[in-house]
């Protein structure tokens, strides 16, 4: 029987997808943005294109964990989200309960860990109740952190640590002087997490949208005009490639 040769056409691109697998970022976090306007493109509602979004989240959790990431944080639902038409609310929050329906078993057998960032108090009771079984069920997995960030918020996340942080001086639990940054951080929602090493934003905006304000003071940032339901692993591994070849400074030279 003869041995399959290897693909030489492609060595180059093996090397460095290789290259990524040595040192891939610990902690990306993306701004899943543009479904509406892929479905609007394509003449159907906006909630197709929230629909078609959930391929496009699996796709990416299955790249992050070959390329062993520590944490992925996705943004899917913002504190300005609520501003839309209730049935597009409505639609929302029901995928996160229709994302873990089919793929629960997958990640327990990937060894993922499911969390979440944001004000849960305000979401429905049965979104709630997916998170928290899916929490429950991952929780001892120790393979990649899937965070999803829903009803998240920068500035109420800040303005609530910044509550607790008075509250817990009031009553002698901290002392002012104690107070520095990395104390402040575990005020936060990302409490224990290490700061996303690469922000990717789809969808051609070039903005923060409120989106992890604090946590984001290092991060390098990766944009592209795709919208979310056709981004996939090869577009994903292109952003891990251009982030290897960033320079990180921190200030310095
Ligand atoms: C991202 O897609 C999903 C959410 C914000 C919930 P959008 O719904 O923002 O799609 P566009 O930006 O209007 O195309
Ligand atoms: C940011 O997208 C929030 C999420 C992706 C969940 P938006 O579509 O809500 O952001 P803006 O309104 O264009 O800034
Ligand atoms: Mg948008």
Excluded at 28 to 54: F, Q, T
Excluded at 84 to 111: A, G, Q, S, V, W
Excluded at 186 to 205: A, Q, V
Aim: a neutral charge; hydrophobic letters at 40%.
């Amino acid at each position: 029987m003869s041995m399959r040769l290897p693909f030489f056409k492609n060595k180059q691109t093996t090397d460095i997808i290789n290259k990524v697998l040595d040192s891939p970022p610990e902690h990306v976090a993306i701004i899943m943005d543009g479904n509406g306007r892929w479905a609007k493109k394509r003449g159907l509602p906006r909630i197709a294109g929230h629909k078609e979004g959930i391929n496009s989240v699996i796709k990416i959790v299955r790249s992050a964990t070959k390329h062993n990431m520590e944490i992925l944080t996705l943004f899917a639902f913002s504190t300005e989200n609520w501003r839309r038409p209730t049935t597009e609310i409505d639609f929302l929050m029901k995928l996160p309960k229709e994302f873990l329906h089919i793929y629960l078993p997958e990640l327990i057998e990937k060894n993922v860990r499911i969390d979440m960032i944001g004000d849960s108090g305000a979401l429905p009771a049965h979104t709630k109740e997916a998170i928290q079984y899916a929490k429950e069920k991952t929780k001892d997995n120790d393979g990649l952190l899937l965070n999803f960030a829903l009803n998240y918020g920068s500035r109420f996340e800040i303005m609530q640590a910044m509550k607790q942080v008075i509250h817990d001086i009031e009553c002698s639990k901290l002392t002012v002087d104690t107070l520095d940054e990395a104390v402040f951080s575990e005020y936060l929602y990302t409490k224990g997490m290490s700061d996303p090493d690469l922000l990717i934003r789809t969808s051609g905006e070039q903005r923060l949208s409120n989106f992890l304000l604090w946590q984001l003071a290092y991060t390098e940032f990766w944009f592209t005009d795709v919208f979310w339901p056709d981004f996939d692993e090869k577009i994903f591994e292109q952003a891990l490639l251009d982030y290897q070849q960033r320079k990180r400074r921190y200030g310095g030279i």
